[in-house]
């Protein structure tokens, strides 16, 4: 039982690049999530998806997309990196008690 | 819109002392609230779930509790040890919307 992995730990883009940041769970979870923490500010809410084929906006959903093709995996796509996106990225999973992955570290130049 | 807030942003105890870190939130309509831990460059470890219809909730030497009317939660951590230095965040579920909203953090050190 793996919990919820997220791949990769490290990333350092270029802006303007693109890229993916997966997540997977093993949990059997309907509920799924994804969080930037930046110093400062908490964990922010960029989109969340409460079953495969739906997902829907966080707070902060801008240069973000997502989809849930499957129970277990919620990838996040960077469209074009921007030095803002900068930041340690989560996953989540379960509504009730949440679940976390160990998360991404990106780094846009 | 629901706002979480947690006091002191920073914390700093000798071992063995009991402390009392605060969660605050504006919108006391509640599905539940979670206390989570955070190591530095970790993830975010679930401590405690207080259901909205429940007052508390307790694991070992942690307690935690919920008053919706005041919109406020507490953790509570009994004689305290350096291995409990961490962040501490609590994060709210707000009823009718799909979303954890989270507070600031307390950084605990606990000094041997």
């Known amino acids: 039982n793996a919990g919820v992995t997220q791949t990769p730990k490290f990333q350092v883009l270029k802006t303007g690049q693109s890229m993916t940041l997966q997540c997977a769970q093993d949990?059997?979870?309907?509920?799924m999530s994804w969080y930037r923490q930046d110093p400062g500010m908490g964990l922010r809410l960029i989109h969340y998806?409460?079953?495969?084929?739906?997902?829907d906006q966080g707070e902060v959903p801008n240069g973000y997309n997502v989809s849930r093709s499957t129970t277990e995996d919620f990838p996040l796509r960077l469209l074009s990196a921007a030095p803002s996106q900068t930041s340690v990225y989560f996953c989540?999973?379960?509504?009730?008690?949440?679940?976390f992955g160990p998360g991404t570290r990106l780094t846009v130049t | 819109k629901q706002e979480v807030t947690q006091i002191p942003a920073a914390l700093s105890v000798p071992e063995g002392e009991n402390l009392v870190l605060n969660c605050s939130f504006t919108?006391?309509?509640?599905?539940?609230l979670q206390w989570f831990r955070q190591d530095p460059g970790k993830g975010l470890t679930s401590l405690l779930l207080?259901?909205?219809?429940?007052r508390e909730q307790t694991s070992g030497r942690l307690n935690a509790s919920l008053d919706k009317s005041s919109g406020r939660s507490t953790l509570y951590i009994a004689a305290s040890q350096p291995g409990d230095s961490a962040t501490y965040l609590c994060?709210?579920?707000?009823?009718?919307?799909?979303?954890?909203?989270f507070g600031t953090g307390t950084r605990l050190k606990v000094l041997a």
């Open positions: 989540a999973s379960g509504s009730d008690e949440q679940y």
């Open positions: 949990m059997n979870h309907e509920y």
């Open positions: 998806s409460v079953g495969a084929g739906i997902t």
């Open positions: 919108d006391s309509a509640i599905y539940n």
């Open positions: 207080i259901q909205s219809s429940q």
């Open positions: 994060a709210v579920w707000t009823s009718g919307t799909y979303k954890y909203i």
